[in-house]
């Protein structure tokens, strides 16, 4: 399995902040590694503080669940199946932004946005995780 490099990370972080550029929206962009730790962050000017946290978490959670952060949306509703999921593994986040990155069909890490609404958190990580892939 290829894992991420510095230079991958690097490279997503680039086009992730880029995308954020094009669409006007300051983002807080994460890349971790298929062990969730982080690899490279940035915050823009103008992102919310508050955010830096969550795209870290999102990040996270897309490795921890393998999956995109907003196919847990539907599934951690009340009375869903995973319902709860949020409070586990230190605070997950059900809502989008955090994309997996994958190789070779193996995970190899994942990138988390967050500072805008949940469609440009998408938007962005998808840019960032699409430059690498």
Do not use: C
């Amino acid at each position: 399995m290829n894992g991420l490099t510095l230079a991958d990370a690097q490279k997503a972080l680039a086009a992730g902040l880029q995308r954020a550029d094009e669409i006007g929206q300051p983002m807080n962009v994460a890349v971790v590694d298929a062990g969730g730790h982080l690899l490279a962050f940035a915050r823009q000017d103008g992102a919310i503080r508050a955010s830096i946290d969550i795209a870290q978490r999102k990040a996270l959670t897309s490795v921890l669940m393998n999956l995109p952060t907003d196919a847990l949306t539907p599934l951690v509703q009340p009375g869903a199946e995973l319902y709860g999921l949020e409070q586990t593994a230190g605070g997950m986040v059900a809502f989008g932004g955090g994309v997996p990155v994958h190789r070779d069909g193996e995970l190899v890490g994942a990138v988390g946005v967050s500072a805008g609404s949940v469609e440009q958190d998408t938007e962005v990580a998808t840019a960032a995780v699409t430059a690498i892939s």
